[in-house]
């Protein structure tokens, strides 16, 4: 099963410009902030390689070859698999074969079906096996009216037939995901093997004030205790200034660190955090971060310190960076080495663009931790574009698209779904001079996004909420009471 879903993957490289890799569904409001209580995301729908105008016409590639890197012998692969896709008449990935570049015999193929909101239901694995495709497996996603993913089921084809392998659940309330858990097919049923389960508690302004983590565990098969969060707010927004940590132990809550001295940009992100560990009954200064967003985009640099003496000293450095679209192009950390920053772990991709701006060609590659450089892992070649136009596309983003309560108090939730791919997507609020007040960054998941928008510092009045995608942009009005 393992090797299958691999083999899945690999393949889907050609198509998903790494969407694996970006499937946790993440707010730049606290992006860079290690994140209490962070739930393994649904993965996306089959996912393209970035285009950056999307709005009515959307370029995909029909054709590509893949290259492994061989260490031992320091040179690609001579003889790579050549891959052809083709789509729907909206630019989603219908088909993926697979052929040896050499022989031109087949390897794989894999066939997508979609619902009406354009989210996939099935994809269905086949291998070329004597002169004949025969089944693999079959993935299946189901999901909810907001067309958040309620749950992947994994199957394979055995003795001619269809065999439940695993299950993967996700829970949600009506503003995020709240579980997990994650069961294999054993004895014609399934059973539960890992998975966490949140309950949280919130104040009479919406805002969450205590998290709850239980755990599954699989000697007792339930859930136990596990972590909680406490946050706090200095003003009316819904920005934190600190949250404590604390581990159930013995049967008791016991402080372990503590996140405080948050500071903010206008777009909400974080720039700056300092952390505490808990120790002789104190509070004690063991981390500060600085984070710098490149401007217009989602881009940025956090560099961690840790206390050296009665100071501070340079420790690590994480570096993020995406392309217009919203995929990863770089995600790796540094450490603060004899004087100089030295790569230690993560992955970038390079892509070059021919002459109508379309990616040509991707190269991914890892850090060695050893040596501190950068390796070749894979690369690909795209070729063959085709245009798709999408002309309906912005009316049916306004159709897919809601905000509520209107007219609002503190608080409105922006709920949109139906996306294509996954990717980056900016909210903005004007007043009625059309003059931008409020911004915000997001990250759709899974082709949905649900969003909170703090509305407290804003006074009363009719404002107008702009929403980019890269699919085409909504405008939707609301009333601040």
Not at 333 to 349: F, I, K, M, V
């Amino acid at each position: 099963m393992i090797k299958s879903l691999l083999l899945l993957l690999a393949i889907l490289g050609t198509a998903w410009s790494g969407a694996w890799a970006q499937t946790t569904p993440v707010s730049t409001t606290y992006e860079a902030v290690p994140r209490p209580f962070v739930l393994p995301s649904p993965p996306d729908s089959p996912f393209y390689p970035a285009d950056a105008a999307r709005a009515t016409t959307i370029r995909r590639h029909t054709r590509s070859t893949g290259y492994n890197w061989v260490t031992a012998s320091n040179q690609w692969t001579p003889a790579p698999v050549s891959t052809s896709l083709t789509y729907t008449s909206q630019g989603q990935l219908l088909q993926v074969v697979s052929v040896d570049s050499a022989t031109r015999v087949p390897v794989s193929r894999i066939t997508y079906t979609y619902n009406s909101a354009n989210l996939a239901t099935t994809s269905l694995t086949e291998n070329w096996v004597n002169s004949a495709w025969r089944n693999t497996m079959l993935l299946t996603w189901t999901y909810d009216s907001q067309g958040r993913m309620l749950n992947q089921i994994i199957q394979d084809w055995t003795n001619g037939a269809w065999v439940n392998s695993n299950l993967f659940q996700y829970l949600y309330d009506s503003q995020r995901q709240t579980g997990f858990y994650t069961q294999n097919w054993t004895n014609g049923a399934w059973a539960t093997i890992s998975g966490s389960q949140m309950t949280t508690v919130y104040d009479s302004q919406n805002r969450p004030t205590e998290d709850t983590q239980s755990n599954w565990n699989n000697s007792t098969k339930t859930y136990v205790l596990a972590f909680r969060y406490q946050y706090t707010y200095s003003d009316n927004t819904s920005l934190y200034s600190s949250y404590v940590q604390q581990n159930w132990v013995s049967n008791a809550w016991v402080n372990t660190s503590r996140f405080t001295a948050f500071r903010y940009d206008v777009q909400n992100r974080t720039t700056y955090y300092e952390m505490q560990v808990w120790s002789n009954n104190a509070w004690t200064p063991n981390i500060r971060t600085t984070t710098t967003y490149t401007a217009n985009s989602n881009d940025y640099v956090a560099v961690t310190q840790n206390v050296v003496g009665t100071g501070w000293a340079d420790y690590t450095r994480l570096t993020r960076t995406y392309d217009a679209a919203g995929g990863q192009l770089s995600n790796y950390t540094e450490t603060w080495t004899n004087g100089a920053w030295q790569p230690t772990s993560g992955q970038r991709y390079l892509y070059a663009y021919n002459s109508n701006n379309d990616p040509s060609r991707r190269l991914q590659q890892r850090v060695d931790a050893v040596n501190h450089v950068f390796l070749n892992v894979y690369k690909l070649y795209y070729y063959d574009f085709q245009s798709f136009v999408l002309a309906t596309r912005p009316s049916s983003l306004a159709a897919q698209t809601s905000l509520y309560p209107n007219p609002a108090a503190r608080t409105a939730t922006l709920q949109l779904s139906g996306l294509l791919q996954s990717g980056a997507v900016k909210v903005i609020v004007l007043n009625s001079l059309g003059q931008p007040v409020l911004q915000q960054a997001a990250r759709a998941q899974a082709g949905a996004l649900s969003l909170t928008v703090d509305l407290s510092s804003l006074p009363a009045g009719l404002y107008s909420v702009h929403v980019q995608t890269t699919e085409g942009s909504v405008v939707k009005r609301l009333v601040k009471e």
